[in-house]
């Protein structure tokens, strides 16, 4: 058998394979993840959100970042280095040797292939005469020499050529590793373990350690553990926050620690900047010693917040701490919402504590809008709009235009509009058009189904309950059908909000009353006949008495014609009667029939949508916000879920809208109520970035009772009769068979 050898590579041409190789696998993945982007494409979105996000403080720092930005410039330059290596190294490996050639003794001894045994012989003795050793000649080439000759001459050595590809037989099998020699040579030995173990030992312990660090102190969204566990304290001890409180709350986590993140810092000059902040803001609990809330870098982060709500100016070491504070906010306040959750169903589930409060979670939404706006909640939603100042909203609020929201702006007739904001120039008056043109119209429509139930219409106590909610996405733009439109919405709302459940029981008295009208008007024909029978006189009204005596008549009529037939028409009869009652029972299975089969057919369409949902990644970019004050560019995102607001509950779950584009559709499950009854919810619809937006659509639910469990399921009872009949066609075979014996025989 062959032996192995192993052997390091001496000249170290192998190591430049193994060097190009490895240069290739990171330069070439390197370049797909981080060659920058086209930079004009940026630059185009940037110049057609001028004319509307202009004046956003996000556009002017992503302005000032993408022109003082060296980044991508750094990162081209080291792209370009590593291709020039790696394309050196290609280079490099194209022109070395190959070292392995195969054995050929015909060219050792200079000779064509196929040369006869005379001709081989000719040439060996005039090569031998020209390299032997005695001769003067070179004993490495006189030995390749006589390995040729013996190779086309020994029949064995012939053999071996032919099978192995050498003379010899099978040789070693030799492996080379692409490492230079000099690294196992003994002379740097002390250097190479040095490398080594500071490689293993010290620069790999550490990256792994600090990744493991950092992986353990976050969550999946980024949110620090500790932050999150602050959250869910405050949330259980307290579960009806109010909007101070919960700034309190907001402002105490770990991220605007600089003890726990590294991006939070405490200046010396915050000693005198926050205190006059302070006494600018007015009262906000400063005395309070309840732990974190009197915290330095807690009571900074709440001044800076309550500051960045009350828009006001700051010194520039300040604006860029709040600017911190405020762009973490967000995702923070999403944090406490989905702690909240969680609470209230550890409530519904286990039970033994109080769950977070409806107004807690709808405060969370209702600050975080806050924050992006830059606006207290008292303040006008119009504050939202550009070169709107608090001593203009005057002229809005006057009886004359009772203006007091964006979709009281839109609905106004141009005249008007224009000449309410008379304070405004023609460009800032188009401007702010231009702004109330891209802000969201949203327009929900629900549809309550139970899902993978024979009647999907039917709610019974404690089913599951699919609520499927499509929005669909305009422009808030002023055209006058939108204004019929948006004018009609807000009727039917006003109609709702007022005298809901009044409205709702007077008209459910009013179809009972109705429907019991009906049934005494139809139950009161036959009343008389039953009475005339019993006591021989007619009662009720003479109309209803006419109409029965008539009918008498003709049945009589027609009881005696009858009677006058042949009898084969009377057998005929009973026979129409069965086949008009079975093409009556025929159309009925064929509509309960026709009804299951759509029933199927949407139950797979909402299966296969579902699954087109979990394969498809949306993306989150949706439409960027008009915030005047937010340092950073975001996205239209929406809370959708169902409260009872009667009792200030959550049914079911919010659902974070992150992909609304166009057009979405959501799904929003919930038990049903274990009482059977009417109940009345409410689908909400929530913006995490505007005010004054939010929709309120009113859910009616009536829940019948379940019902009840089958011991045995029909289709395997067996009546009594067919088994009497089985066992009768039993018999009679039997019969059958002995008197067929009886004649055989």
Known sequence: MAGQQFQYDDSGNTFFYFLTSFVGLIVIPATYYLWPRDQNAEQLRLKSLRRVHGRCLWYRLRLMKSQQSIMPTLKKAALLFGWAVFLLLAYKVSKLDREYQEYNPY???????????????????????????????????????????????????????????????????????????????????????????????????????????????????????????????????????????????????????????????????????????????????????????????????????????????????????????????????????????????????????????????????????????????????????????????????????????????????????????????????????????????????????????EDSNNITAGSIVTVTVTLTRKRMAVSDDWIKQLQYNMRDSSKAKTKVWQNKSKGAKKTAKSKKKKLTKKKAPPAPAKTKQANGNVAGNEVVAAATTVKEEEDEASDKGSESDEGEANKDSPSERDEDSDKQSDTEVDEVAGDDEEEWEALQQSIQRRERALLETKSKVTHPVYSLYFPEEKQEWWWLYIADRRDQTLVSMPYHVCTLKDTEEVELKFPAPSKTGNYQYSVILRSDSYMGLDQIKPLKLEVHEAKAMLDNHPQWDIPDTEEEDEEQEDSDGIEESEDDDEDND
């Open 107 to 453: 060219e050792v001894l200079n000779l064509d292939p196929g040369a006869s045994l005379s001709e081989i012989k000719k040439q060996y003795r005039v090569l031998s005469l020209k390299f032997h050793p005695d001769k003067g000649g070179d004993e490495a080439t006189f030995m390749r020499i006589a390995k040729a000759y013996a190779a086309l001459t020994n029949e064995q050595s012939k053999l071996n050529w032919q099978i192995y590809g050498n003379p010899d037989g099978p040789g070693a099998t030799s492996f080379g590793i692409a490492l230079p020699a000099w690294i196992v040579d003994q002379k740097n030995s002390m250097l190479v373990l040095l490398v080594y173990g500071l490689a293993f030992m010290v620069i790999l312990p550490v990256v792994v350690g600090t990744w493991w660090y950092r992986s353990i102190r976050y969550s999946g969204d980024q949110i620090l553990i500790n932050t999150t566990q602050l959250f869910m304290h405050f949330m259980y001890k307290t579960p009806n926050m109010n909007m101070k409180r919960l700034a309190m709350v907001l402002t105490a986590a770990f991220e605007f620690d600089p003890r726990s993140n590294k991006e939070a810092t405490i200046r010396p000059t915050d000693n005198i900047e926050v205190p006059q902040l302070i006494r600018e803001l007015g009262n906000i609990n400063v005395k309070k010693k309840e732990p974190p809330f009197c915290y330095p870098y807690s009571l900074k982060a709440r001044v800076l917040v309550l500051a960045h709500l009350a828009r006001m100016d700051v010194s520039e070491e300040l604006e860029e701490d709040q600017r911190f504070v405020v762009r973490k906010s967000p995702a923070l306040l999403q944090e406490m919402i989905n702690v909240g959750c969680q609470l209230t169903m550890m409530a519904n589930s286990r039970g033994g504590f109080h769950a977070p409060r409806l107004v807690t979670i709808e405060n969370c939404m209702k600050l975080t809008q806050m924050i992006v706006q830059g606006l207290q909640e008292s303040k006008s939603p119009l504050l939202q709009l550009p070169h709107f100042e608090e001593e203009n909203l005057r002229y809005c609020i006057s009886k004359k235009y009772k203006v007091r929201s964006l979709q009281d702006l839109v609905s106004l007739k141009d005249s008007d509009r224009r000449n309410m904001l008379r304070f405004l120039g023609e460009e800032k008056y188009d401007e702010v058009m231009a702004v109330l043109g891209s802000f969201p119209h949203i327009t929900m429509d629900t549809k309550l189904q139970v899902l993978d139930d």
